[in-house]
C-alpha cells in the first residue's frame, strides 16, 4: 500500500507559479515511478508529468512541456511538480499517483495509487 497526500495547491494569476507536493508513505518510495495528473470540470483525467523511479527520466504533456518540471526526492519521500508561466487552462484538481504497472508512464492505467487530490485555479 502507499498513501499520497498532495499540496500546495491555490488561487494564483496568470502567468504566476506554484509548486506542488506529494508525500508518499507505506512502502519504499523509490520503488514506484509518480505521474502527476489533472482533471478539470467536465473533462477527463488527463496526463501531465511523470518521473522515473530514479529521477533520471521525465516525460511532459505538450501542453505543459517547458512550463512544468517534475522532481522527486526520495530520501524525503517526495514528489514535486513545479508549474511556471501559468494559464487559466491550467486550472485543475491536480492528482499524484504512483505507477504500479506497465511501460507507459502517460497512462493512467498502470498507476494503482493516487492522491486526493489538489485545486489549482489560475485567474486571468
Known amino acids: 500500500q502507499v498513501q499520497l497526500v498532495e499540496s500546495g495547491g491555490g488561487l494564483v494569476q496568470a502567468g504566476g507559479s506554484l509548486r506542488l507536493s506529494c508525500a508518499a508513505s507505506?512502502?519504499?518510495?523509490?520503488?514506484?515511478?509518480m505521474g502527476w495528473f489533472r482533471q478539470s470540470p467536465g473533462k477527463e483525467r488527463e496526463f501531465v508529468a511523470a518521473i522515473s523511479r530514479s529521477g533520471g527520466t521525465t516525460y511532459y504533456a505538450d501542453s505543459v512541456k517547458g512550463r512544468f518540471t517534475i522532481s522527486r526526492d526520495n530520501a524525503e519521500n517526495t514528489v514535486y511538480l513545479q508549474m511556471n508561466s501559468l494559464k487559466p487552462e491550467d486550472t485543475a484538481v491536480y492528482y499524484c499517483?504512483?505507477?504500479?504497472?506497465?511501460?507507459?508512464?502517460?497512462?493512467?492505467?498502470?498507476?494503482?495509487?493516487w492522491g486526493q487530490g489538489t485545486q489549482v485555479t489560475v485567474s486571468s
Open positions: 499517483a504512483a505507477r504500479t504497472s506497465g511501460w507507459d508512464a502517460r497512462s493512467l492505467a498502470n498507476y494503482g495509487y
Open positions: 507505506g512502502r519504499t518510495f523509490s520503488s514506484n515511478a
